[in-house]
Each structure stands twice: as structure tokens, then as C-alpha cells.
């Protein structure tokens, strides 16, 4: 299938040019055309800011939500109707600030979800202050004295709270990103995909440059299903490491664990809603 499938006609991307979303979202449409996904048959979930534009540039269903709040509509939709794929995007605020609870929660819940985070390091959006990804030290109009806490690392707590997929990649590495998203989407179960862009308005620190100077791959060594050493990894500092840092690809899914489809495998959207059904079918479980 041709990406151009997914092509909206006549629009206006309310990007600035050299925005690193321009290459996330090539990679995007590459990955779900190479995997054979029809645009009716996949759903974008998204929050607030300019990485969660993405749905409104891509021809398919889409479901742009309050900031910081993706994770769970998406959870939802994928309950309903188990037979989509489901795709939750949105920016390093919206996702690890706005919408950090989500985030854990999600992982303990393991919906079968891609959860694709555009990682700037700074709110795009709103002018340019301090996110949650920002380095220590960093200078905005807000933070005039620059930040003085920890960066969140979203790997390394994806990792901790055993994730079912963890994945790095560089929105300046077209092939690279495409492929760490195709297996993402193939994966059953929660998968997060950080993805390390420039914001080349707002953030005159971490440029293309900058990520291409201190990223490098785990490359073909690296065993994924290595727990320990996956957090090793995560937790580098000097130079950042690209690709799938950990699978556990045991984990019940979120949708085995629902009683609805524990006697019956049709989607719950294509269900009876009779009241009297419901409840019957409750007191039966009861008893």
C-alpha cells in the first residue's frame, strides 16, 4: 500500500519549517502503509499542542481529545473495538506532564495501543517554556535562571514498570524511525515509542545536530529481552541510545483481562444494548 493513501488534500501544516514532526510523521505514514493498515481501519488518539496535529494531517479516523488526556480514550476505543489499530500521539508536555498518570497507568493496564511521544524537550505549543523532558539547566522565557530538576526519563520508567515494548528513535532518522514504529504497531500489547525531535523555533539547544552527536544504536547485540540490561541502557546519560531497549512479550493484554470477553469475542460495539441483557448477564456473573 502507497503512504499517499493516508495524504489529506489542500491542507495547511501549522508546523515551522524544520520542525522534526515533519519527519515523524513521514515515518508514521510509511510504517502504517508497509504494514498494510487501511486508513478506515486505524484511529489516531491525541491530546493538545503541536505534535497532536499529527491526526489532523493523516487521511483515517481520528479522536483529538483534552491535553494530556489520549491514553485513555484510546484504552477505550481499543476495548470497544478490539479489531482497530489504535494509535496514541501526542508531545513530551501533553504525554509526561499533562498526562503522566495516564502514562503509568496505561503501562500497568497493557492495552494493545501505540503510544508514540514527539520528544522535543520543550512546549512548542505555548511559546517555548521548560517540559518535563527539558535538560537541567535549560533557559526559557519562563525559566530565566534555567530548570533546575531532573529530566524525566520516559524509557527508563517504561522499563521499571515492565512496559510490554519500550522503543527510542530520532525523528532525523527517516528508515530508522519508520522500522522502530512497524514493529511497535506490531507488537500485542502497550508500546511506547519516544521519539528525540528538534523543535528548531523554541529549543536552540537540542538540534539535529545535537541528537546526531550524542544518539547512537543498540544495534544487533543488545538483547530486548533483558530487563536489567534494557534499564542499563535507558539511564545513559552521556550519549542517548536509539531503538527497542525491552520486550516482554508475556504480559496479559487489557482486553483478556475484561470479563465482556471472557464468554463472548464480539466487539462490544456491535453488541446488543438491552438494559434487561446487561443486567441479567451481571447477576449470572454474581452468582
Known amino acids: 500500500m502507497s503512504a499517499e493513501r493516508f495524504d489529506m488534500d489542500n491542507i495547511d501544516i501549522a508546523w515551522c519549517p524544520g520542525c522534526g514532526n515533519f519527519g515523524i510523521l513521514k ?7 508497509e504494514a498494510d493498515i487501511r486508513p478506515e481501519e486505524l484511529v489516531i488518539v491525541s491530546g493538545i499542542g503541536q505534535a497532536a496535529k499529527i491526526p489532523h494531517y493523516l487521511k483515517t479516523n481520528i479522536f483529538n481529545g483534552l491535553h494530556g488526556r489520549a491514553l485513555p480514550p484510546a484504552t477505550a476505543i481499543k476495548a470497544v473495538n478490539p479489531g482497530l489499530t489504535v494509535i496514541a500521539e501526542s508531545g513530551d508536555g501533553d504525554m509526561y506532564g499533562e498526562g503522566g498518570n495516564h502514562f503509568i497507568h496505561a503501562i ?26 527539558s535538560m537541567s539547566g535549560f533557559v526559557t522565557p519562563v525559566q530565566v535562571n534555567g530548570t ?52 528548531v523555533t523554541f529549543n536552540k539547544v537540542n538540534t539535529y545536530q545535537w541528537f546526531k552527536e550524542r544518539t547512537y544504536y543498540l544495534g544487533e547485540r543488545h538483547d530486548p529481552l533483558n530487563r536489567a540490561d534494557a ?6 546519560k552521556d550519549k542517548l541510545p536509539l531503538g527497542v531497549f525491552y520486550i ?34 451481571v447477576d449470572a456473573r454474581r452468582r
Open 27 to 33: 515515518a508514521l505514514k510509511s510504517a502504517l502503509a
Open 108 to 133: 500497568r493496564r497493557n492495552p494493545d495501543i501505540t503510544n508514540i511521544v514527539h520528544n522535543n524537550m520543550v512546549y512548542g505549543l505555548t511559546k517555548g517554556q521548560a517540559s518535563p523532558t
Open 148 to 199: 533546575y530538576a531532573e529530566p524525566f526519563n520516559p524509557v527508563a520508567v517504561a522499563i521499571a514498570l515492565d512496559a510490554s515494548f519500550v522503543a527510542r528513535a530520532f525523528a532525523g532518522d527517516y528508515e530508522q524511525t519508520r522500522d522502530i514504529i512497524k514493529q511497535a504497531i506490531a507488537h500485542k500489547g502497550y508500546s511506547i515509542v519516544d521519539v528525540l525531535q528538534p523543535c
Open 231 to 236: 534499564f542499563k541502557r535507558a539511564i545513559e
Open 248 to 281: 516482554s512479550p508475556d504480559k496479559p493484554g487489557f482486553n483478556e483481562t475484561l470479563s465482556v470477553y471472557h464468554e463472548e469475542t464480539t466487539p462490544l460495539f456491535r453488541r446488543s444494548t438491552d438494559i434487561k441483557r446487561l443486567v441479567d448477564l
